[in-house]
């Protein structure tokens, strides 16, 4: 098992424009997460999923904002007419439920709106 | 809503020195759970020690071990014997289990240097 993986790893964007990040999790894990974390803070949550049901998303996530899970595998996360106020590092995150409830981070996509 | 305070922005430990950093939370619940995360320079977060809010014995992780007190909602991390690999970003988590999706609620985070 080689962990979370997330891709790509950096991506800068012009205003306006739009981006997608991809996450791969562990593969048994059947919960997935994203956070956004921006410099001097610690990561704030926006959505999760348990397989491919989006369960919950905080009030964090703009309309601009959609995550998918399809086939409870792989996830998306697209942010539409990207602003500068977005810039960040969207971290995401696996777990297995009715586990331990230790989340498995990935390295994070690191995202630069100009 | 949870909140999670780390009033340690930074610190620093001489190699082979013990360091604590501090975290206290507030929450209502009694059933939670609490973690410590190390986030290295340009790496991915990974878990340094756990609590289980019912358990009164601090958990232990070789050389991690936290000092949990529940009445005062205060949660620290001890580091003994401080290595350089210890350098990193260390947050503060927030769990409840009765929430749906058990998401984290993370503190602001310390930054320790380990001082050759």
């Known amino acids: 098992d080689t962990g979370v993986s997330q891709d790509p790893r950096h991506k800068i964007t012009k205003r306006g424009q739009n981006v997608t990040f991809r996450c791969d999790p562990i593969?048994?894990?059947?919960?997935l997460y994203w956070y956004r974390q921006t410099l001097g803070q610690g990561p704030e949550f926006l959505t999760y999923?348990?397989?491919?049901?989006?369960?919950?998303k905080s009030r964090l996530l703009s309309d601009r904002f959609s995550a998918e899970r399809p086939k409870g595998s792989f996830s998306t996360l697209e942010i539409q007419r990207t602003e500068q106020g977005d810039s960040a590092m969207y971290l995401c995150?696996?777990?297995?439920?009715?586990?331990?409830?230790?989340?498995?981070f990935g390295p994070g996509t690191r995202l630069t709106v100009t | 809503a949870q909140t999670v305070t780390q009033s340690q922005p930074e610190m620093s430990v001489q190699e082979a020195e013990t360091v604590t950093l501090s975290c206290t939370y507030d929450?209502?619940?009694?059933?939670?759970?609490l973690f410590w995360y190390k986030q290295p320079p340009s790496r991915q977060m990974i878990l340094v020690i756990r609590?289980?809010?019912?358990?009164?014995q601090n958990a232990t992780e070789n050389r991690f071990s936290v000092n949990f007190q529940k009445a005062a909602k205060s949660f620290s991390l001890k580091i003994s014997d401080s290595q350089l690999g210890d350098t990193a970003m260390y947050f503060c988590?927030?769990?409840?289990?009765?929430?749906?999706?058990?998401?984290?609620?993370f503190g602001t985070g310390t930054s320790l240097t380990v001082i050759p």
């Open positions: 995150a696996s777990s297995l439920a009715g586990g331990s409830y230790e989340q498995y």
């Open positions: 593969s048994e894990h059947n919960r």
């Open positions: 999923f348990q397989n491919e049901a989006q369960l919950e």
């Open positions: 929450t209502s619940e009694n059933n939670y759970y």
């Open positions: 609590q289980e809010a019912y358990k009164q």
């Open positions: 988590a927030f769990m409840n289990p009765s929430l749906t999706g058990n998401q984290f609620y």
